[in-house]
């Protein structure tokens, strides 16, 4: 079993930044994509952030292509979400995820068998 935890969520004005990371504990797989979702309230989740086991292959969803950097660690089992530039329309609940298995990205959520519980990110104007 694998246990994703995320941490530096937080409350920013626009146009400000904040750093996520997401920690994975326990049983730990080898090349294992990870990826960050968001779901606003009243939005389904969505993809923000992917990155491949080597760090070397990186995609990002539109809205965010030029503000966020995703990152890794794999010595630290560590995964980062750089925001910057943010905007109201970032707020939303942010997860990490990991997909055992998968060298490469992956965008889709289904591809992914650990969650985190999720970090608050409230922009506001």
């Known amino acids: 079993q694998v246990q994703l935890v995320e941490s530096g969520g937080g409350l920013v004005q626009a146009g400000g930044s904040l750093r996520l990371s997401c920690v994975a504990t326990?049983?730990?797989?080898?090349?294992?994509?990870m990826g960050w979702f968001r779901q606003a309230p009243g939005k389904e989740r969505e993809f923000v952030a992917t990155?491949?086991?080597?760090?070397?292959?990186?995609y990002y969803a539109d809205s965010v292509k030029g503000r966020f950097t995703i990152s890794r660690d794999n010595a630290k089992n560590t995964v980062y979400l750089q925001m910057n530039s943010l905007k109201p329309e970032d707020t939303a609940v942010y997860y990490c995820?990991?997909?055992?298995?998968?060298?490469?990205?992956?965008?889709?959520?289904?591809?992914?068998?650990?969650w985190g519980q999720g970090t608050q990110v409230t922009v506001s104007s």
């Open positions: 990155i491949s086991w080597s760090g070397r292959s990186t």
């Open positions: 326990g049983r730990t797989f080898g090349p294992t994509a």
């Open positions: 995820a990991a997909s055992p298995g998968t060298q490469g990205t992956a965008t889709i959520a289904s591809r992914y068998d650990y």
